[in-house]
C-alpha cells in the first residue's frame, strides 16, 4: 500500500512538473525552517521559565507538555501549504495511560501528532535532544532517548518507558522504527507492543496520512498539502490482546493502520 499520489491529489500539486525546483517552492521551503527556528528560539525561554515555576509541584511536566502542544500548533499555524484534519480526539480519556503508537511517514509527524493535545511522553532519537530549542524543549519535557543501533540503549528505553508509564505518563512511540522512504507503511517491530504488555496498558493506535507528501524523508524541501490527517482508532484494552504475543498484537495494530490508510486514500 502506498499514500503516494500524483498532482493534485490530496492536496498536492507540483511547483513544476519537471522535476526541476521552482523559486516558490525554494521560498516556502526557506520560510518554512527559517520561521520554524525563529519561533522555536522565542518560545524556548519561555519553556525554560515554565519548567523552573513547575518542577517541584508538577513531576509528569503536564503543563510544559501542554506549552509544547501550543508550539506545535503555531509552527503549523504559519505555514500556508499545510492543513491538518484531527479524528477520533474523543477516544482518548484525558486521564487514561496509553502506550500510543503511531506509523512514521516524515518528520512533519511529531508536530502533527502534537495536535493531540495530550500528555505523553516521546520516545524519540537521541540525536534530536540535540537540536537547538527544539531538541533542548524534548529534555525539559523528559521525553526518552534511544539509540536504534544499539541494543542497550533499546534496553535502557524500554526499562524507561515501563517506569514511566507506571508513574502516570502515556508513552508515543514510532513502531516502525523509522520513517518509510517510499511512503509505504512497514511491519511493526515488536518492542511497543512488548513495552505495553508487560505493563498491561491499553494500547492506542494512531494513523497519520499525507505527511509523506509535505516533506520527503532525507529532504529540506517543503511541498504543498492540503489534506494532512490524524485519526485516532479505537483503543485496545490489555484484556483485549492478553493471550497474544508482541509479535501477534504488533501484526494486529499494523493491519488496523493499514486498513485505515487505505480509508483515507
Not at 16 to 36: A, E, P
Not at 183 to 199: C, E, N, P, V
Not at 213 to 239: S, Y
Request: a positive charge.
Amino acid at each position: 500500500m502506498s499514500n503516494r499520489s500524483g498532482s493534485g491529489e490530496n492536496g498536492v500539486t507540483a511547483e513544476k512538473t519537471s522535476g526541476n525546483i521552482s523559486l516558490l517552492q525554494l521560498g516556502v521551503s526557506c520560510y518554512f525552517w527559517i520561521s520554524l527556528f525563529l519561533v522555536s528560539g522565542i518560545l524556548f525561554p519561555v519553556s525554560v521559565l515554565i519548567w523552573i515555576g513547575t518542577v517541584l509541584f508538577d513531576r509528569h511536566r503536564v503543563v510544559l507538555q501542554w506549552f509544547t502542544c501550543r508550539w506545535s500548533d503555531i509552527i503549523l499555524a504559519i505555514n500556508p501549504y499545510w492543513t491538518v484534519r484531527t479524528e477520533g480526539l474523543e477516544k482518548i480519556d484525558p486521564a487514561g495511560i496509553y502506550v500510543m503508537v503511531a506509523n512514521h511517514q516524515s518528520g512533519l509527524d511529531i508536530m502533527v501528532l502534537f495536535k493531540l493535545h495530550r500528555h505523553f511522553k516521546w520516545v524519540a532519537k537521541r540525536s534530536l535532544f540535540a537540536v537547538p530549542f527544539i531538541g533542548w524543549n524534548m529534555a525539559l519535557n523528559g521525553y526518552i532517548p534511544i539509540e536504534r543501533s544499539r541494543g542497550r540503549s533499546k534496553l535502557q528505553m524500554m526499562d524507561r518507558a515501563a517506569a514511566s508509564i507506571r508513574s502516570g505518563n502515556s508513552v508515543m512511540l514510532f513502531p516502525e522504527g523509522t520513517r518509510a522512504p517510499d511512503g509505504i507503511l512497514q511491519a511493526y517491530k515488536s518492542g511497543a507492543f512488548r513495552l505495553a504488555f508487560d505493563t498491561r496498558t491499553t494500547i492506542l493506535p494512531i494513523v497519520i496520512s499525507g505527511t509523506y507528501l509535505a516533506i520527503r524523508k532525507g529532504g529540506l524541501l517543503v511541498h504543498r498539502n492540503k489534506r494532512i490527517r490524524l485519526a485516532v482508532l479505537d483503543p485496545i484494552p490489555w484484556e483485549t490482546y492478553s493471550t497474544m504475543d508482541p509479535k501477534q498484537i504488533a501484526s494486529m495494530v499494523h493491519e488496523q493502520t493499514k486498513k485505515a490508510l487505505l480509508g483515507m486514500s
